[in-house]
């Protein structure tokens, strides 16, 4: 056994590897024997791979170079397990290889071995040396992936489905993500937007205290209320062990202060948790109308935020001879573990595996097409308690909120024609809002509060129908933020250099009020028009004209 420039203990193991490419529907074999050197970052909620080998021109030609080279998408399946196995034939069925299903991310020719000789016309190829990285499907995929999206009364998993790519399964396991809102919101193909949908996914549910995870298995991710408490454990035996540390993680010595900033209904709930130091808080502001979600923030804000228990980093000495990825649950068990550690009778669970390996014997005809390769191995593994409830997520981004849409006023006052105002009452809450559709998202109906937004609340100057909008749009709320048309006959010329309030639903049965100058002289005018009837007064240079009629 060696040790690496970390200082970490290597150790030199058989392993059987089965790499298959596939590209553009055409399918490669890479055995064992080809492959030089590999690195594994195994974690809960994905992978990501970096490997080298070898193709052989010498008998044969390389049909991958002419599709590596193109821009298609290469897909990978990689299988690595020991090759030698315990002779018990029930434990070798037990044994689950490390499977790894992913797509390239980036690929390098690395090198082109030729050869030289008078009697050959050209440099002749005799073996091609390629790297790929590649990772699990969201990773690669969602990170490009920037769809803008608004859907009206559904759920976060209809959005999330309505998004998510085939290339990209999901299991769900988690009541909540069903629950139906009335908006919810992409808003990631906005102007200087870098946040990704897989930014957006690990957000949501960091956000909303949930689980997000990934099975190697079956290569499908889970968003999960809670962490899987049903696997039973395995025994890892001292054997496959060189060292362990056991780290005990800093503590959240603060407590959440929750603020409701609404006027009518102002609040403050804190957190009371033991390990918190008097006076050290984190104080969040939030604005709710109705009590009960500001309740349901607080319980949400006071689960969060969660001290990690011990953990274990194992340095292994030999590849696992059980199954060990991500996930699995193991205990201390068997092969000279002393039973008076503190690790002793307790379940953990692997979160992070890390395996770096490199072939003893690295030149390019060595071992050659062979099933199985002798390896230089470095690997790592942390575990938590089975029990743990603290997020394993990867580091992601936050979503810029709120996106900028246009909509229409609705309003179902009055005929087709006329320009009527109407608020909605909510079902549950009573709170009145607008309705306004969003044509550019389907004509979809979204609401807004009814709300005075510019004026002070002494004028009442509620949209009308039709009128055009600037809504902020945030992941379950929108607002109207600005107007952004001029009432129908209600914009004067510009030589008129005048104002103008037009009230009323149509041309009528409307009342007019205007300031202009005429001869560079101000002149107010006031018309109220009811059919054929109609009053007018008119104020200009030293007279006031009243007038009444009814047009025949």
Known sequence: MVANLDGNKMFTDALEIAMKLTIAGESFNIPAGNIKNFTLNLRPYGFFSELSFWVSLVTKEDKIFDHFTTDALIEVLLKIEPHFKPD???????????????????KVILNE???????????????????????????VLWRQHFPCDILVDKSVKELIESNRTNNVLIQYDWPEIEEEFAINTLPLGAENNNVSFYD?????VASQNAVFTYNLKSNEYLLAKNKDQNSDAVAISKLEI?????????????????????????????TDRQQAITGIRRDILVRQPIAAEFDKAFELESEKQKSRSHEIEFNHCRFPLLTYRPGIIVKLEGGLWSDKIFLLGQEYRVRDVFIQARAVNEEADSEHNMPFCR?????????ELKDETALNLPEYEYPQFPLYVEGKIISEQGADEDETYQFYQ??????????IKLPLFDNQQLVAPFEPIFSPGHFYFPAYKDARVLLAVDFHCARIVRFLDWRPDCRLPMESQGNH???????????????????????MNMQRTSGADTQKIQFHEGRIVLETKQEE
């Open 88 to 106: 018990n034939e029930s434990s070798q069925s037990e044994i689950e290889p490390i499977e790894l299903q992913g797509l390239v991310m980036d």
């Open 113 to 139: 071995v030729t050869i030289e000789n008078v009697h050959l016309q050209g440099d002749l190829v005799l073996y091609r040396h390629y790297q790929i990285q590649f990772a699990d499907p969201a990773f």
């Open 200 to 204: 957006f996914i690990v957000w949501y």
């Open 242 to 270: 060189s060292s362990h540390q056991i780290k005990f993680p800093a503590s959240t010595r603060y407590n959440d202060r929750l603020m409701n900033i609404f006027s009518e209904n102002p609040g403050k709930k804190q």
């Open 375 to 383: 390896y230089h191995i470095d690997m790592q593994s942390q575990l």
């Open 426 to 435: 909510h079902p549950q809450t009573s709170l009145e809002q607008y309705r």
């Open 501 to 523: 309030l037009l009230l009323g639903i149509n041309d009528s049965s409307k009342t007019s009020i205007n300031h202009i100058y005429v001869d560079n002289k101000p002149r």
